[in-house]
């Protein structure tokens, strides 16, 4: 990986990710003692339940440490994601063979019991060239968790990923999810962050040939006192490769915080790539604040195109004063607003079955701030 102080080098090496001092630019918006104890955490037997169902041909199975680290997924990019596959215990394999076609979502439910457990977890997800499937992990309950997910995306396969953050506001989560897009493949995410006491994750995709094509988009809804960061990395490292990223906030409450960082490298042998990251956020209360960053690190002039947008304003008064002078009482007025500002996101939401879910959770958010 090309260094640079956007985001650091890759590496499997726990002594290559020193623990920060949060002066470091890839963790100088997290608040490192609400980690409470992750990045000195050491091995523990602590764990999520695990409910699935498996379709025909779909394996669920285990690997050593050495054996997850030799399929060639990308490599962590910082401590928590390091320390998550040393103290793993080995990786949880998710397998969808070559060929296959899923015709319902893979879902599968983690749970936490207690805030007081630390948890580690390696998942890697191998999918057979020319599949195509939609996997959905969804994290409830509470704990300590740190994660380490790779996808191993084959030739010409396409995966879409939905990750859902859903925990109890004790919670904390942080992790990585590392995609190897393969020739011509397309990898798709959707990342939804509504609970938990502080959530940090990163997700990083890079290409083993050309032509493969990443869409990660995502939504947060944040409260007071939350910290919600997401932190997105796209290395254009091979010819004729398109990304797109897409992510919306909206942030309520004394103290909600969230962080949005958006990095794009297009290396010099990445000719003809086109490459596009929005970030959008919605202040609703005062006491708020939204951090947006994108970055783009360009090494040839021989794209197709390449931008980026950020935007963050506050709560349109003009559009609730015009829904209420028609009758609509305040609180449900708000609620259109937020649910207009969300739309077209969740009408892209891979497992459309989620959308009433998710639209819900942000309604019982907006009640308890107007309660």
């Known amino acids: 990986m090309v260094a640079s102080h956007l985001h650091p080098v890759a590496s499997y090496d726990l002594e290559a990710h020193p623990a920060p001092t ?32 498996t379709p025909d041909g779909v394996t669920f199975g285990r690997l050593s440490t050495e054996q997850a680290i030799a399929l060639g997924a990308p490599a962590p990019m910082d401590r928590l994601a390091a320390l998550a596959v040393a103290h793993g215990q080995g990786a949880a394999l998710i397998e969808i063979p070559a060929e ?72 904390v989560h942080t992790g990585q999810i590392s995609w190897r897009v393969g020739r011509d493949a397309k990898a798709r995410s959707f990342q939804a962050s509504l609970g938990g006491d502080l959530v940090r994750l990163v997700e990083t995709a890079e290409y083993a040939g050309p032509g ?46 969230s962080v949005w960082i958006g990095n794009v490298l297009i290396r010099k042998v990445a000719e003809a790539i086109d490459t596009y990251e929005s970030n959008r956020n919605l202040v609703l209360t005062d006491g708020a604040q939204a951090h947006s960053v994108p970055n783009l690190e360009i090494e040839t002039g021989e794209i197709e195109g390449a931008g980026h947008a950020s935007a963050t304003g506050r709560f349109d008064d003009e559009q609730l004063f015009y829904l209420m002078s028609r009758g609509v009482p ?17 009408n892209k939401l891979p497992a459309p079955e989620y959308a009433d879910r998710l639209i819900a959770e942000i309604d019982e958010g907006l009640a308890k701030a107007g309660a």
Do not use: C
């Not at 523990?44 to 409910?51: A, I, T, V, Y």
């Not at 493969?212 to 997105?232: C, D, K, N, P, S």
């Open 22 to 53: 949060g002066r470091e630019e890839v963790w100088r918006f997290t608040p490192l003692k609400r980690l409470r104890g992750l990045l000195d955490g050491g091995p523990s037997d602590g764990h999520l339940s695990w409910k699935h169902d």
């Open 100 to 171: 296959a076609v899923l015709d319902e979502p893979l879902v599968v439910r983690l749970t936490g019991d207690s805030a007081d457990d630390l948890v580690w977890g390696h998942i890697v997800v191998k999918v057979g060239p020319y599949s195509k499937a939609t996997l959905v992990f969804e994290h409830t309950g509470s704990a300590r968790y740190a994660s380490s997910v790779s996808v191993l995306l084959g030739d010409g396969a396409q995966l879409d990923l939905v990750s859902l953050q859903l925990w109890d506001d004790d919670a």
């Open 212 to 257: 493969g094509e990443v869409e990660m988009r995502g939504l947060y809804f944040v409260e007071a006192g939350q910290h919600i960061e997401h932190r997105l990395f796209v290395d254009h490292n091979a010819p004729q490769t398109r990304s797109k990223v897409d992510y919306r906030g909206a942030l309520q409450g004394e103290g909600a915080r």
């Open 330 to 346: 305040e609180p449900e007025a708000r609620k259109l607003v937020v649910r207009g500002f969300f739309a077209e996101l969740l």
